[in-house]
């Protein structure tokens, strides 16, 4: 496993960057452990699928809510088996991380990133503030002396940043994403129709009206997720 890697760890989706190699690993912030004995049954894509759909005997669990940690144990375990698969069978090397922390966040929510990376079995651990990540990602000259502007919006958070000189001059980070959107479609479906949809079907129907109606949109979403 390569030393160095950049975690984008996100309410929907969890990205991991090694250095050298690019975007190695782009999986659903989703994890399916099996109720009586807590053992993790599927991780990313795979339990995804089962969110909404899960047996009693399972669990499908979120561990990132509106841009935090939720679920300490649970995301230490999802990482640990992201870093599994992206070791080549190498896991005896621990990885010198940075690890992408909303802007705005608690001093304990910030902690939260940091020892549920360590317990994953990185070697160390530093932090990044997403708007920063983010301008850098799309290209911006985040080092000049004029402004740019980043508007991320996720799953749980969207971060608008004006940034100059290499630090953030003016930042809001609300804890409203997709998955608001995907709620009030939710409650909507169940009103008017009387019909109960999961979340999954709410997100499909979501992306498929945006492709309907706006276009150029959807091309700038398309690019980020
Ligand atoms: N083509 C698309 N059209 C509409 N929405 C989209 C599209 N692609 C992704 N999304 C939405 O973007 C959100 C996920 O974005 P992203 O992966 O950047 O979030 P995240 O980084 O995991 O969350 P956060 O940064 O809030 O913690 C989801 O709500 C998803 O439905
Ligand atoms: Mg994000």
Redesign the pocket.
Known sequence: MSKYIGI?L????TLLYMKGRGIVLREPSVVAVERQTERVRAVGRDAKLMLGKTPGSITAHRPIKD?VIADFEITAAMLRDFFKRVSAGNIFSRPYVAV?V?YGVTEVERRAFKDATLEAGARSVAMVT?PIA?AIGAGLRVTSPRGSMVV?I??G?T?VAVLSLGGIVRSTSLRIGGDELDDSIMQYVKTKYGISIGETAAEMLRRASARCTTRPMTAGWTSRA
Do not use: F, L, Q, W
């Open positions: 984008d996100g309410t929907a989706n841009g992408c909303p997403e983010a991320d996720g799953g958070t971060e």
